[in-house]
């Protein structure tokens, strides 16, 4: 079964201390990768396709990545107000979209 | 440009009750999606519904709960005779074209609490 996984489920950083969130699917066909940001009580915000292994996007403190099984955001001297769970949704070539459990970030001045 | 908007916001409705949900697509969208998030977990996909038409329901149970999105007016899905376990909040996304783009344009969503 196609799925996708996040990792770590909650991350605590100071403001400025650089990271990556991980995203892992299972290999059926990849459409797209997708990642999305989330705050409290709102509906997820959508932030960057990948479509191949090799591609990056960029987008303010923010780079995403895509291999052939992962992706990664990674995330550039963070503040504050980057703090949200930051969800990626992968589309498999049978049209199926999974997102993944997501990453609660969260940013301490 | 009005995004995506959903409402009620907040549904309570006793066991056995009917929960009724609307989303009215933002401008131009044509294609309509229903998720169902649960504290802690990610986004489940329900149902994919273009005007009049439903694309893809493989995540919507098969029992109690139904979706529509008719020619004029808001797509609305339907929770008939709700249970505990229906309490959740239920995201509607639209985008201007089908899915292979990816760019989902998300409501605040319906937070369903279900006594």
């Known amino acids: 079964e196609d799925q996708v996984t996040q990792s770590p489920e909650a991350l605590r950083l100071q403001e400025g201390e650089s990271s990556s969130l991980n995203c892992s699917y299972t290999v059926s066909g990849l459409r797209g990768l997708f990642w999305y940001r989330q705050d409290p009580g709102k509906g997820p915000e959508f932030l960057f396709t990948?479509?191949?292994a090799g591609e990056e996007k960029e987008k303010e403190r923010l780079k995403a990545t895509l291999t052939k099984k992962e992706s990664f955001l990674h995330i550039t001297a963070p503040k504050p107000e980057d703090s949200a769970t930051y969800l990626c949704?992968?589309?498999?070539?049978?049209?199926?979209?999974?997102f993944g459990a997501g990453t609660r970030l969260t940013v301490k001045p | 440009n009005a995004g995506v908007m959903q409402n009620p916001r907040h549904l309570v409705r006793r066991r056995g009750q009917e929960a009724r949900l609307r989303c009215s697509p933002m401008k131009g969208h044509s294609h309509v999606y229903w998720y169902r998030q649960l504290p802690e977990e990610g986004l489940k996909f329900m149902v994919y519904l273009q005007k009049e038409n439903i694309i893809d329901e493989s995540g919507m149970p098969k029992e109690r709960f139904s979706a529509e999105f008719p020619k004029e007016g808001p797509s609305i899905l339907r929770i008939q005779q709700v249970v505990r376990g229906d309490s959740a909040a239920y995201f509607c996304?639209?985008?201007?074209?089908?899915?292979?783009?990816?760019?989902?344009?998300f409501g605040e969503g319906s937070r369903l609490t279900v006594l």
């Open positions: 949704a992968v589309l498999y070539n049978n049209n199926d979209m999974r």
């Open positions: 996304a639209s985008s201007p074209s089908g899915r292979a783009s990816g760019e989902l344009f």
């Open positions: 990948l479509y191949s």
